[in-house]
């Protein structure tokens, strides 16, 4: 008895460092930031209590963070039907072996190690006015000689649109496309040989093979890339901000607003409505997208 005593003592002893930082990391932040967004507060001085208020101002008119959640949306989107497949396609193609294959995988993983700030002076030269992404539509004669300049960073073009919002989601797509790709080549060879050589041997091709035999065996990663798609772009906002402004309507993410809240007008009540709202939305995503990937019997 005494012996199992000190199993259970030692265990627990292992666990506690990790216990504290996981409790003093996440827990505690998140319980203080749910406290934080029932009052008026400064970050600084005396607190008064709103209750309910900074959660219905975040919706209305003056904020518009319904905007910022469709923005999101629309990038989780662009992300799961644009990002995922092209990463998948990589994986399977790099997953057969091909000649070079080491090589291939380190320049399409190399975006995801350069710093993101890095990566939005890159993309802020190739979108303007006068930069190279302008100057190949006029090569490839896709803009005219008498066309303006595509401004792509503008929060507001001629028409009254924005491609801002879209253009903030390319760099995003070059970045970490190599990341899923990685996961997924992981998952493709992680696949029994046996399987493919058994599938060939009965007429399959290729595609086939990564059809009915490779895909379905990756369900897991393929899961746990769409979740990490997901709630990465719930939480987006370094490139955005490189790209864009804290400040700006058309490329408005919730991560825009808590920064645009808590910095610029020292609302860090709101902001913290804004941080439990984003926790609350990626527990939501990430609970939806395992059901849906749930294996039935």
Not at 34 to 45: D, E, I, L, R
Not at 157 to 168: F, M, Q, R
């Amino acid at each position: 008895m005494k012996r199992k005593q000190l199993d259970k003592f030692t265990i627990f002893m292992f666990l506690l460092p990790a216990l504290l930082l996981f409790v003093g990391i996440l827990v505690a932040p998140l319980i203080s930031s749910a406290y934080n967004s029932f009052f008026n507060w400064k970050g600084f001085g005396n607190k008064t209590y709103l209750g309910w208020k900074n959660y219905k101002d975040l919706f209305g008119q003056e904020v518009q963070f319904s905007k910022a959640i469709w923005h999101s949306l629309i990038l989780a989107g662009l992300s799961v039907f644009i990002q995922l497949p092209l990463s998948l396609l990589l994986a399977l193609l790099l997953g057969r072996g091909i000649k070079g294959e080491r090589f291939f995988l380190s320049v399409n993983f190399l975006p995801v190690l350069i710093s993101t700030v890095v990566i939005g002076q890159l993309w802020r030269k190739i979108y303007d006015p006068e930069g190279l992404l302008n100057a190949l539509l006029r090569t490839t004669k896709i803009l005219g000689p008498d066309q303006k300049n595509i401004l792509w960073l503008a929060e507001k073009t001629v028409d009254g649109k924005s491609l801002l919002l879209y253009a903030c989601f390319i760099p995003m797509l070059w970045q970490y496309v190599g990341y899923h790709m990685l996961l997924m080549y992981a998952g493709v060879k992680s696949v029994d040989p046996s399987l493919r050589e058994a599938a060939k041997i009965d007429g399959a091709t290729d595609w086939q093979v990564d059809r009915f035999v490779v895909i379905p065996s990756m369900k897991q990663i393929i899961k746990v890339s769409v979740i990490f798609a997901v709630t990465g772009s719930l939480k987006a906002y370094d490139l955005i901000a490189v790209l864009a402004d804290v400040r700006t309507e058309a490329a408005a993410v919730p991560s825009t607003v808590l920064m645009n809240r808590m910095s610029l007008y020292n609302q860090y009540g709101m902001g913290s409505a804004v941080s439990v709202i984003l926790i609350l939305l990626c527990f939501f995503f990430a609970i939806l997208i395992g059901a849906i990937f749930k294996e039935r019997d």
